[in-house]
């Protein structure tokens, strides 16, 4: 997601023509996946990236003539014969203008927390970008398609040590951040891209941060402390008369974070966005040597974290 964001964001404060190659089609091994998207500025520098840094430069060349004449173009490489990557992708390099309503659309949906319902049409040489309904999922042969899905907004209740560590490397990864000293008074709409991370270290404020965390739908919720600790505190929630549903204790994770060995602020911030970016990207964070099969999950549609 901060790469898409990274990338309007530049798109915004040009004024001349661009290009914009996007991976329509993997084969095989691939160090990006399709619905990455790379941003050619007119003197040629670029913005994201489609490859380990092999392809970028042909890709940037190829797309300074496609701003030049306007005629989209279809770009096949074959890595296994020049780079080793054991497989092959296909670019489509497109010219865009500033205004145009395809990145508009994006920008809208991003800054509204709507999930982007993208397509892209290269038959025949005819090229069409643009949103389609929800129901529409099918493109056929010659087009590509994807979901891209609202930023992880990282909601952290309580204003204590190790929140600074925590929300700069949400910030990296492109999440938005809110910080809730008060959740019971707040009226912040939550969805299931959010993350709330209980870390009061105080008994009362958790126990109110945590009833109004397990009170709503939401990807993921962590609290900080020992697993006595969480037992305590359901109990109290018991012992009131409310029980959290099925459904929010499944996203319910304490302590909170993966198994890192982390110690120091930062370490703990590594360990808790890790933990967050896995179960959203619904992965089980082993070591990927023990994976079997593919590293990655294919999906028919993206999901921009």
Known sequence: MKELR?????????????????IVSTTGSSYRKTGARMLILPDGR?????????????????????????????????TRRRFGCHGSIEIFVEKIEPGDDFMGYLSDCISSRRPAHVKVIFEAGHSQRGSYPEDEVHMGIGGHEELILPPV???????????????????????????LEHPEDSTLAVDERTAIVIKNHHFGRDFVSLRWAL???????????????KQEL??????????????SLNHFHSPAGLDLGAEEPEQIALSITAEILAVLSRHHAGFLRDRQGPIHHILCTSAAL
């Not at 919720?221 to 006595?228: A, M, P, Q």
Request: with cysteine.
């Open 6 to 22: 990274d990338i309007l964001a530049e798109y915004a404060r040009c004024t001349s023509s661009m290009g914009l190659a996007t």
């Open 215 to 229: 009170s709503h739908s939401v990807g993921y919720v962590g609290l900080l402390g020992s697993r006595k600790r």
């Open 153 to 179: 907004r990282l909601v952290v209740c309580g204003d204590s040590p190790g929140n600074e560590a925590l929300m700069h490397l949400a910030k990296t990864l492109g999440w938005d951040c809110i910080l």
């Open 46 to 78: 670029t913005v994201g990236t489609l490859s380990g840094g092999c392809i970028e430069e042909e890709v940037a060349q190829r797309a300074l003539h496609v701003m030049e004449t306007g005629e989209p173009a279809l770009l096949s490489i074959d």
């Open 234 to 247: 359901m109990n109290a929630l018991v012992a009131e008369g409310w029980e959290p549903e099925d459904a």
